[in-house]
């Protein structure tokens, strides 16, 4: 069973094929130099580059798992200018390339339909109403959420488990019982984890995404601490998180000039609030493992702390911590195939 992932959520455009679990192709093309140019993701300029990006990667994954076949093909060009009326970039070039090539050998399209940004993840949606409209394939709508967490090859032996969620747009703390079953504990309050490092790596002066200059940096940090940044709530007895008192400290420090050593202190004080939760909750719901997912999983320092804890811990390939399309063709596995029309975006879509 052959299955096209598309993901648009957030400032990275996504299209993977997987045949039954191994991986075929999984092409991502990231808006990241655009963004930097702003120091963070414009939801509208977001979506303009899907719409210019879709259809170039879409070739390319189809290519690398050897699903393109050029063939002169009739299209219902109206019926698709009206599944992209919102996509005006992508209508002409998603007509040429039905017209070009043929119907690929696959049965489902999966497609991110939440959460994340609200325009970004319609081009993705509406990109693939279209083909499945074209090809006659049904469409399996995933959440973003799971599909990080699945990007693991999650064991029933290890359940219950206490899932990591940590991202740019998410930091969740989630009771996993079962497949399927999933409680909430906690998450955060405003900034997430990410957008944490985002934003402090901009304060000080660094290129966006904040999360890898801001690890490169920590590591280059040697000597004696001087800096002290606050934890906030690290010993609250929710599981709740907070990151904005973080930014602000970072932004009022008088010693903001040490960049390596601010770093350095930023990187720790976020790793200590997320492993000291993550401990309390596998203590309190004898969790069998940790699943951890989402863009900052791409630190090492948290790998490594992560793998320190004494039960088994799940954590995803270093280059599949990020948003890609693989991982939404994976979630798929587990989801509902659905006629293209009955699909939506629900971009505050919960995991519960
Ligand atoms: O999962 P993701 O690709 O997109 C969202 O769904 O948000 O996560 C992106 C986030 C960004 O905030 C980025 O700074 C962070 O992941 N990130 C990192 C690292 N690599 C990416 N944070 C810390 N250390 C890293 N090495
Ligand atoms: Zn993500």
């Known amino acids: 069973m052959k299955i096209l992932g598309i993901e648009t959520s957030c400032d990275d455009t996504g299209v993977a094929v997987i045949d039954d679990s191994k991986p075929l192709s999984n092409v991502v093309s990231s808006q990241a130099k655009l963004h930097a140019k702003y120091g963070g993701v414009y ?6 580059e899907h719409q210019k990006n879709l259809v170039f990667v879409l070739i390319k994954a189809l290519k690398k798992a050897g699903l393109l076949k050029k063939q ?11 599944i992209l009326v919102r996509e005006p970039e992508l209508s002409k070039g998603t007509i040429r390339f039905l017209e070009e090539y043929r119907k690929p050998a696959l049965s489902a399209i999966a497609v991110t339909i939440g959460p994340g940004l609200e325009p970004c993840l319609w081009a993705g949606v509406n990109f693939a109403k279209a083909l499945a409209f074209a ?32 991202s740019g747009g998410h930091t969740q703390l989630i009771l996993m019982k079962s497949f399927g079953e999933y409680r909430i ?14 934003k402090t790596a901009r304060i ?20 004696k601490k001087t800096i002290s940044l606050p934890r906030p709530m690290i010993n609250s007895k929710d599981y709740d998180f907070s990151f904005s ?13 040490k960049v ?11 790793i200590d609030v997320l492993i000291k939760k993550t401990e309390k909750a596998v203590k309190e719901f004898s969790a069998k493992s940790i699943v951890a997912g989402g863009g900052v999983t791409a630190n090492r320092e948290l790998r490594k702390r992560l793998k ?3 039960v088994k811990v799940y954590l995803p390939d270093i280059k599949l911590s990020t948003d890609n399309a693989l991982m939404i063709a994976e979630a798929a596995r587990y989801g509902t195939k659905k006629n293209w029309e009955d699909i939506e975006v629900k971009a505050n879509l919960r995991i519960e």
């Open 185 to 198: 504990l906690g998450e955060t309050r405003d900034d997430a984890a990410g957008e944490c490092f985002d």
């Open 135 to 166: 090809w006659n394939l049904p469409i399996i709508p995933v959440n973003h959420i799971k599909a990080h967490l699945f990007s693991n090859n999650i064991k029933k032996n290890d359940l219950p488990a206490v899932c990591l969620i940590v």
């Open 308 to 310: 320190r804890q004494k």
């Open 72 to 82: 002169k093909t009739l299209v219902d060009e109206k019926t698709i200018q009206n």
């Open 260 to 270: 390596k050593e601010m770093a350095h202190e930023i990187q720790e004080a976020i």
């Open 43 to 48: 939801p509208s300029l977001a979506k303009r």
């Open 245 to 257: 008192g973080l930014k602000t400290a970072v932004l009022y420090h008088p010693a903001k000039d």
């Open 204 to 223: 000080l002066g660094l290129k966006y995404p904040g999360g890898p200059e801001i690890s490169k940096l920590a590591g280059l940090f040697k000597g």
